[in-house]
């Protein structure tokens, strides 16, 4: 009998003995081994970076967009975008639960998001339905696998299932800000506009309390004119996150030294020295963004001479589903803008 391995290595056909991330090609037989939940897919959540990618690869032609996802699913046996390696989420239908599976309150029928990521989830598409262009969200006929390790929330029924779908893709943002934001803190979120940016900011607002001040960066007007109607930052500065000069300057003008966090939830490359240089030698960068190189991050700040703390970005962390919906619930301006964007 197979031995079942509870990260899903079973599933992985190249390269042999990598987990189901690394692969380059996984088994998407959508038959459910013992220790795996089958799930009837609804809607996909392509991570930002990807999605971005894949839209200029396409020049925003949708039927191309379609076709190079589908090409991607047929390769790979995941939604892993080979260029930028991200995957996204997916809300769906659990269908089957396998007899060994060890989470006893699942059960068929359950309408379910996955909080894992697409690099790594087993999946088959039958039909592509629609692109939604401007928020991410793909809706399929298909199936997908979760392995044993692979956590999952359940939709709250009070909720609309796209605008949960959209809110935990970033659940892992708002709730590390959580945990690094601390009262009296001078807060940078780079990217404040995206949907992780306005959530990051209300929770750094929340942590930072009325002796801390969070500055949020964005690239257009319009986002600084949504920024200041929601409260959501103290100050909201228009720079281009790929300029680090005018961002250091920028920032430094508005709060007159550099910051002890920043956030970092843009969607594009080379962004890193933006986050470093706007931050103290003993602050915190966190990058969430998956645009983010390592390469260019450790030797940038080695470059500057900047001892900064950098944190790659976990889109997990304890309690970040939770949290995230409270959040949504708790703040009616982003649940609005959220509804607006993601219903
Ligand atoms: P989003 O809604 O697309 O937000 C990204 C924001 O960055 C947008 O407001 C965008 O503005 C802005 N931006 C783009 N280029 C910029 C520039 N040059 N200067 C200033 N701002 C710029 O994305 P999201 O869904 O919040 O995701 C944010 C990042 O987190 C992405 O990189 C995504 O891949 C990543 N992510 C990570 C995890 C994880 O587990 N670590 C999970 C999910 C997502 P425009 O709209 O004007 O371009």
């Given at each position: 009998?197979e031995?079942?391995?509870?990260?899903?290595?079973?599933?992985?056909?190249?390269p042999?003995g990598?987990?189901?991330?690394a692969?380059?090609?996984?088994?998407?037989?959508m038959?459910?081994?013992?220790?795996?939940?089958l799930?009837?897919?609804i809607t996909?959540?392509i991570?930002?970076a990807?999605?971005?990618q894949?839209?200029?690869?396409?020049?925003?032609?949708?039927?191309k967009?379609?076709?190079?996802i589908?090409?991607?699913?047929?390769?790979?046996?995941?939604m892993?975008?080979?260029?930028?390696?991200?995957?996204?989420?997916?809300?769906g239908?659990?269908?089957?639960?396998?007899?060994?599976?060890?989470?006893s309150?699942?059960?068929?029928?359950?309408?379910?998001?996955?909080l894992v990521?697409l690099?790594?989830?087993?999946?088959?598409?039958?039909k592509?339905?629609s692109?939604?262009?401007?928020n991410?969200q793909?809706?399929?006929?298909g199936?997908?696998?979760l392995?044993?390790?692979?956590?999952?929330?359940?939709?709250?029924?009070d909720?609309?299932?796209?605008l949960?779908?959209a809110a935990?893709?970033?659940?892992?943002?708002?709730a590390?800000?959580?945990?690094?934001?601390?009262?009296?803190?001078?807060v940078?979120?780079?990217?404040?506009?995206?949907?992780?940016?306005?959530?990051?900011?209300?929770?750094a607002?929340?942590?930072?309390?009325?002796?801390?001040?969070?500055?949020?960066?964005?690239?257009?007007e319009w986002?600084?004119?949504?920024?200041?109607d929601?409260?959501?930052?103290?100050?909201?500065?228009?720079?281009?996150?790929?300029n680090?000069?005018?961002?250091?300057?920028?920032?430094?003008a508005v709060?007159?030294?550099?910051?002890?966090?920043?956030?970092?939830?843009?969607?594009v490359?080379?962004?890193?020295?933006?986050?470093?240089?706007?931050?103290?030698?003993?602050?915190?960068?966190y990058?969430?963004?998956?645009?983010?190189s390592?390469?260019?991050a450790a030797l940038?700040a080695?470059g500057?001479?900047?001892?900064?703390?950098?944190?790659?970005?976990?889109?997990y962390t304890?309690?970040?589903?939770e949290?995230?919906?409270?959040?949504?619930?708790?703040a009616?301006?982003?649940?609005?803008?959220?509804?607006?964007?993601?219903?």
């Open positions: 009998m031995k079942l391995c509870r990260f899903g290595t079973n599933r992985v056909i190249e042999k990598v987990l189901p991330q692969a380059t090609k996984i088994d998407n037989t038959i459910v081994k013992d220790n795996e939940i799930i009837d897919v996909l959540n991570d930002s990807s999605f971005t894949i839209k200029q690869a396409c020049n925003k032609d949708v039927n967009m379609e076709e190079m589908l090409d991607i699913v047929n390769t790979r046996g995941k892993q975008n080979p260029v930028t390696g991200s995957g996204g989420m997916l809300i239908v659990v269908k089957e639960v396998g007899s060994a599976y060890p989470v309150t699942v059960q068929a029928g359950d309408k379910i998001a996955t990521s690099s790594l989830t087993p999946l088959k598409i039958d592509i339905h692109i939604n262009i401007t991410d793909v809706h399929i006929s199936q997908a696998i392995f044993e390790t692979g956590i999952f929330a359940k939709v709250p029924e909720m609309d299932e796209h949960v779908l935990l893709d970033v659940a892992g943002a708002p590390q800000v959580d945990k690094l934001v601390k009262e009296g803190d001078s940078v979120i780079i990217g404040a506009a995206g949907k992780s940016g306005v959530l990051c900011a209300y929770q607002m929340k942590n930072a309390g009325p002796n801390g001040t969070v500055i949020g960066v964005v690239n257009e986002q600084v004119q949504l920024l200041q929601l409260r959501l930052c103290h100050s909201v500065v228009l720079a281009d996150a790929t680090a000069l005018e961002v250091y300057d920028k920032v430094l709060n007159g030294e550099q910051v002890d966090v920043t956030i970092n939830v843009v969607n490359q080379n962004t890193e020295m933006s986050c470093i240089l706007v931050t103290k030698d003993t602050g915190i960068v990058f969430f963004s998956m645009a983010t390592f390469t260019k940038g080695e500057v001479g900047s001892d900064v703390t950098m944190i790659i970005g976990n889109g304890k309690g970040h589903a949290l995230t919906l409270n959040l949504v619930n708790n009616p301006k982003i649940k609005a803008l959220f509804e607006q964007k993601y219903t």
